[in-house]
């Protein structure tokens, strides 16, 4: 939810990269970035923490 | 393409079904799948903007959740309508019954008393699920 509220904020074609250390994130954002349109720009994992990086696209 | 809009009934009172109900809602409604909420019987009580003791009460998992922080779920349901398209309407035949006033439910989240008539015939536009 902080993703979505965060990508209305900025400007079409900023990258946010997202923390986070839970593993449902890892393959519910980028499932979410594709049914509505983003873009995947990468994800790794780090740790015990993946690094999610979405591109706003609309 | 769009997606068929959800309309989800919720009923129970527990807090599993009111959480699972209010994140299915929200991560619906943020991805751009209109979403309409019908909230009638043991559920309605837990709308209510001033809540005696605890606002949740359910099982095992419920006990989890609250001492493990997750997002409240009258949160959730907010945060999908304000990132997306949602609506909530409270049974008006529950509240009738409850003795409930529109003005007795948390403000900004329940937009409306409504039928279930009503919501029936908007659900035969989408997908319908129970709590």
Known sequence: MELIAT??????????DVLSSDKGSAMDIPAWVEKVKHEMVGIDQEGDFWHIVVKKMK | MSSPPLFILL??????KIQMAAMTASVAAVSDRAVEVFVSMNALAVFRKDVEGQRYS????????QQRNVPDAIELFGQG????EMKVYACSMAMDVAGIEIEDLVEDLVDD????????????????IVF
């Not at chain 1, 990508?7 to 946010?16: A, N, Q």
């Not at chain 2, 359910?58 to 959740?65: A, C, L, W």
């Not at chain 2, 008393?113 to 319908?128: C, P, R, V, Y």
Request: hydrophobic share 40%.
């Open chain 2, 81 to 84: 309508k304000m990132l997306g």
């Open chain 1, 7 to 16: 990508l209305k904020l900025i400007e079409l074609g900023d990258e946010i």
């Open chain 2, 113 to 128: 008393a409504g039928g279930l008539t009503k919501f029936l015939a908007d659900a035969e536009s989408g997908q319908l």
């Open chain 2, 58 to 65: 359910g099982g095992e998992f419920s006990k989890v959740m």
């Open chain 2, 11 to 16: 009923c129970s009172g527990e807090h599993e």
